[in-house]
């Protein structure tokens, strides 16, 4: 083959438009990224706006607007024909319209499970025939609940609603059983006294008409203290700390020992059983007592011996609203993060532009740098201008500002990084924003805002904690809401995901460019 | 003297003088992407300070060559060394001499004309108080100067190839590839394009263009005509008339139809003159082809109107203007001729 040349190649020469130290240059390539996505976002004021004002619209209604965390359950009651003997409409209202929202009150079963299955009412719930009767007969009836959810939490809050609620009807029907007992008690107390001053009187000598008043009395007693004690409710506290088994027991004593007066008496050796009947006599002494003391303790106490005391040690947990506001600058933070980094690359990708980047005097790290540095900065004012706003809401910032500062920006790397990896592994920019989507859904479900993470079996723990919205919940709440500092776990878990998905985003993009 | 190595028919051409040096120069580049896909055996040479235009349908391997010479493809063997150091392994100094016009728009519809040039501009790491001075020049230069604060997605077409012009002349390379720049565009812009790059190549720059259209052959200083991977001829625009003719035509016309076929063969007989042909459909006319239209005409007039010899009437003679059109389906029948079975690769 012919010589093409013999002349020896010799380099043009420099450019006399860059100049400065290389360094400098390097520099001046970084900056070349950062301004033009700075450029870029301040021409989309639609995007700034619903960055911004678009949470903030959100909370806002959220605030105006929410009510009760428990849902609202609308409920048929069933009532059998002629009612409920012992409970009128008004004290079944009371008991079931504390967590449930009567619709209506009907007899007829089949009309109400139209209405559940139609979708018109939420729950029905049947009432038995005679609750206070069956449970007298030692029975145990039963409140049927039936529901149509399809939601697993509506079905959970009916099953913890519908126990609650039987909870509170057994309390009142003990209530009941405990004020009927009561008052019995309080006539058999007065016999219980009479009978105790007649036995003194069985040590003196009697005329026969007196013995035989003596033994009818004592004969009447015996029953009615039988009677008290099968209806005392079968357990409960007294107000002077001692309890109905106490009383129960006593009443058993003291009938044991006017069988043995009234066995004396029949049999006419009063004299020979002098100290069963002191014995007996002591026995209802004590009865005595105890009836006093049952007829003076309200029912309450008897069937509910332990009292609730609620006590929040910051003075009372925060307004919904206020509680999800770091949950949502978090989300905001993330998802602005993800999708901006998601469409970064892969939008170069797509227009060619990674070609004239391979022309270009640049490498992959200053125009990482330089998007990383535009983005971070304007999601960053996007955040201190939201969270301007939240502070207008009432929302606090109990911490330190700088720890503040340190956490959102920390959490924009890890977000860009997580971004920045799905445009580096997304072939189209819908797919791109496709995975963006994904990764917004699994930070809704797996990274607290919701959902507690300690609801999540453990294997699911890894998907939460490799989002960073995760480490950003539980640090904005810590510092927002506790001022305290986040654990440590928020700190390294958000530095791990921006360093990993910063290597990783290197290595692919790299090999991507090299290929464009 | 050098020469330009044409590997279609192993024939050098004088095109540079002695005080240029060549700022492109590949020998046997191969680069294979699968049966017929690639460049074969590319060897050529680019001068400094000169315009090489490079011409060939959609697919013929122009976009990889211009790729290979920039760094973006390296090739599976042969040698080949841009501004004197193999594109393969280009240092950031390297490549701050290289200016690029992708065939794609890729500059940004968001950010303005100006914001546009800067970014291209500091890709290059040029300081702001240079781009700032350099911006004015080029903006007047392509003609946007009014469009600088407009955004690059309310640009024509025109003005997007005219602003990825300046971006890519921002940071004065010695040497720009621009990758069918006219494509698209309409005749008069075209036309005010190659004005561009004819002001460049005058202020010394060096200009790699690629193009479909044949007739903008005309305004490089050397044409290159790929077809299926391989460099079929590369020249100045009239060697490669010549090439692809054979030489000149003079195209005559006697007065007197009767002596048509005496004049041809007077013609046939003188040393210089390669071929004779009648013109089809034509009684009065020939074409003669010589090596020099411009050199032999003369000779050839006197010898047929020589009154001691044919004293042969020409009524008019002239150089037969040839398009670049005919000229490239020449060079392309020829091709196949010499290939005809299609052996490409």
Known sequence: ?????????????????????????????????????????????????????????????????????????????????????????????????LNFTIEEFT???????????????????????????????????????????????????????????VNEINKALLRQQAATAQQEATTIRVKVVDTRGQLGE??????????????????????????????????????????????????????????????????????????????AAAE??????????????????????????????????????????????????????????????????????????????????????????????????????????????????????????????????????VGFLISAVSKTDSQAIQLAMISLLLSIFFSGFFIALESFARPALAVSFSLPMTHGVAGFQALMLRGISPEWWVWVGLSLIAVITFGLVVFLTGRQLKQA | MRGVLCPAVRREVSVTTATQRNVIESNDVNLVFGPGAGVFNQSYVLPEGTIMGMIGPSGCGKTTTVRLALGLFAPQNGLLNVLGRKPAVFRPLDREQIGYIPQQFVLYPNLTVEENAEFVASLYGMRRARIKQRMEELLAFVDLTDARKRLGSQLSGGMQRRLMLAGALMHDPALLFADEPTAGIDPVLRGRFWEFFRKLRDEGRTLFVTTQVVSEAVYCDFVAVMRKGRLLAIDTPHGLKKRALGGEIIHMTLEDPARLKEAAAVLERYEPVKKVLRVPGSDTELHVLVEDAGEWLPEVLNILENPDGPAIVVASAEELPVSYDDVFIRIMEQSEQEAPDGRDN
């Open chain 1, 1 to 97: 083959m012919a010589e093409i040349t013999d002349a020896t190649p010799r380099r043009a020469s420099t450019s006399t438009m860059v100049e400065g130290s290389p360094l400098e240059r390097w520099l001046i390539r970084v900056r070349a990224y950062f301004r033009k996505e700075i450029n870029e976002l301040r021409r989309q004021p639609m995007l700034i706006l619903s960055l911004i004002g678009g949470p903030l619209l959100v909370l806002v209604l959220f605030g105006a607007s929410f009510v009760n965390s428990n849902p609202v359950l609308r409920t048929v009651i069933v009532v059998p024909e002629g009612g409920i003997p012992g409970f009128s409409e008004q004290d079944i209202r009371n008991l079931v319209g």
């Open chain 1, 107 to 165: 007899s007829d079963p089949e009309r109400a499970d139209m209405l559940l299955r139609a979708g018109d009412v939420d729950v029905v719930q049947v009432l038995p025939q005679d609750v206070v009767g069956a449970a007298a007969r030692g029975e145990r009836p039963q409140i049927l609940v039936r529901s149509n959810a399809i939601n697993p939490m509506v079905e959970g809050w009916v099953q913890y609603l519908g126990y609650v609620e």
């Open chain 1, 202 to 279: 069985l040590e003196g000598t009697l005329t026969g008409a007196r013995r035989a008043e003596i033994q009818q009395n004592v004969a009447e007693l015996r029953p009615l203290l039988a009677g008290l004690e099968a209806r005392l409710p079968s357990d409960g506290a007294l107000a002077d700390g001692t309890g109905l088994g106490e009383l129960r027991a006593g009443i058993g004593r003291a009938n044991n020992g006017l069988a043995a007066v009234e066995a004396a008496l029949s049999e006419d050796a009063v004299q020979a059983r002098v100290d069963q009947i002191a014995n």
């Open chain 1, 284 to 417: 209802l002494e004590r009865v005595e007592g105890l009836l006093e003391t049952f007829t003076n303790t309200e029912p309450d106490l008897i069937v509910s011996p332990i009292e609730q005391r609620y006590e929040n040690i910051r003075g009372g947990a925060y307004q919904a609203v206020i509680y999800y506001a770091p949950g949502v600058l978090a989300l905001l933070i993330q998802h602005t993060a993800i999708t901006l980094g998601a469409l970064a690359l892969v939008r170069e990708r797509m227009m060619g532009a990674f070609e004239v980047f391979r022309v270009a005097p640049v490498n992959m790290i200053q125009l990482l740098l330089g998007k990383y540095l535009g983005y971070t900065i304007f999601i960053a004012l996007a955040a201190a201008l939201l969270f301007g706003g939240l502070r207008l809401l009432g929302v606090p910032l109990l911490g330190s500002l700088w720890e503040f500062a340190a956490l959102v920006v920390l959490l924009i790397l890890a977000s860009l990084g």
